[in-house]
């Protein structure tokens, strides 16, 4: 998506839940997806995550980021107990830095991530890792003020950049172009503006004069996930959303995300998630803590 400034508004309030967090063993939260970033530090005890088509263990020390759009679980052994620190926060404003010098179609931060992570990020904290994210879970308040929101988001850039060091910068960040990072962030950007109304791969790849065959091909290699399934999975995250607002019925909420059959809504939540949305919003959404781990 194309800004029209060159302003980053540091003063946005990016995070929506920072917190030392303890469960007991048995705990289980069931299948589930969402539009945030998500951070995990381990401080004791043991815990599983299904993320994507892995199943994670944990321990202490581990540092853990799922990226948006991705279903995952979380899960304590019966003979433990986990404490951690948990982060949910907005990707919106990081995707406005630009990580490569197309002014065009330049791909940014975010884009970059999924680039290199795929569904999620995994690795044992670093000391600078462990004090950037106690530092955010310390400074939280949800009555953020301007400069506490932007102190927030420094140290939000600062974990997302050290993320990516992890990785191969030479294969990531490309700068010819038209590269293949490139014609991904295009399609991304595409999918987010156009996923209200009907989205065919011929259009995104007639606009970048590329076939589709090809598009498909660079798509699952860079996003570990066909093209064809990250529609459907931003479709029905946005449908999560919508769950919130309990004067939208389920038919609404499939017209909302380019759906114009329940029918056909109902199949493809239940093949993402898991689960009928009837009830995922009645397990998840209308009970207590929300939709949010």
Known sequence: MQHSDTHFPLYVNSISGAADQVRQAGYRFEKHLHSSI???LIRSGKCVMDIGDQSVSCIPGDFVMILPYVVHSFCVPENEECSFYHIHFSPKLFSRIALTPDAKN?????????????????????????????????????????????????????????????YNEVEILRSQSKSPGQ???????????????????????????????????????????????????????????LMEDASLSLTDIAGRIGLKDSQHFSKLFF??????????????????GGSKL
């Open 38 to 40: 998500e951070v995990y």
């Open 106 to 166: 330049p791909i940014n931060l975010i884009h970059s991530l999924l680039f290199c992570c795929r569904f999620f990020h995994r690795q044992t904290a670093s000391d600078e890792i462990r004090k950037l994210v106690a530092s955010v879970v310390n400074l939280y308040d949800p009555a953020n003020s301007l400069l506490l929101s932007a102190d927030i988001n420094v140290l939000l850039l600062q974990l997302l950049i050290r993320v990516c060091r992890c």
């Open 183 to 241: 014609y991904i962030s295009f399609t991304l950007n595409y999918i987010e503006e156009n996923y209200t109304n009907k989205i065919l791969i011929q259009d995104i790849s007639s606009r970048l004069h590329i076939s589709t065959r090809y598009l498909g091909k660079i798509f699952s290699h860079y996003m570990n996930v066909s093209l064809g399934n990250y529609i459907n999975i931003y479709r029905i995250n946005k449908a999560v959303e």
């Open 271 to 288: 093949s993402v998630i898991g689960m009928p949305p009837s009830r995922y919003r009645k397990q998840f959404l209308q009970s207590e």
